[in-house]
């Protein structure tokens, strides 16, 4: 009698974008195969948000004694990259999700300075009062964005912003041993494939995969992005491959 081996349990740590929060995320985790399990990391609402702030942060909450893939999404990607660095022994995979190692606004990259509360209170109210007049949004999207309304204040947005636009994470891009996966969203006007040929170009060995959808991809097709995500790391070190199960 042939034994069947079942897939290894994975756990994959998942880094927020710009709001910091599980808001984001939570269709995705419900369409994951049970063999992922995730470990969602969210960042402080207020005090220093720089990415030399909050890697302490993810790296106080990714697990210490197993090994462990890591997803980094828009703002989170550069923290992912960072996690990979600074634990190479354990990371096993990394998936960067409508990234960039570079600032996503090159050139905004000059004015990061002046991005400050009241600038971005008032962009955030614009977009608020937008949100609600679409026809198209959905009532899930729209409740998940109360969600980060409430929870991220606009100085702290600012903050992330700001470290976004001065971010360098290209060394530790090149440095990064472990599988790379790409995942872009056909319809992203937030990162523009400028960010994923920078990534390209850097670490060619990069696996692109793309999904329909806006930026919030992982939020509007959570179906497809889990299929590839768990395709991914399905053929990562340590976990079986779907022919082997």
Sequence with gaps: MTAVLETPRVTLVLLP???????????????????????V???????????EDLLP??????PTSDRFAVLGWS?????ALRVAHQRSTSVTAVVLCSSFVTAPKPALAPLRAGVRTPVVWALRTARRVGLWLRADVSPDLRRAKALTWQRVGARTLAARSRAALGVD???ELVACTAPLMYLVASEDTVISRRALGEVVRLAPRTRVSEV??????????????AERIADF??????VARDGDR
């Design 41 to 51: 990391v969210t960042y402080p609402g207020m005090g220093p948000n720089s990415y």
């Design 212 to 225: 329909d959808g806006p930026h919030l991809a992982l939020f509007t097709n959570p179906g497809a992005c």
């Design 57 to 62: 942060r993810v790296l106080d909450a990714v």
């Design 17 to 39: 974008g710009l709001d910091g929060t599980d808001a984001f995320f939570a269709p995705l985790l419900a369409h994951l195969p049970a063999w992922i399990e995730p470990l």
């Design 169 to 171: 994470a290209r060394p």
């Design 233 to 238: 790391l399905a053929g990562a070190p340590g």
């Design 75 to 79: 703002f989170g990607g550069p923290l």
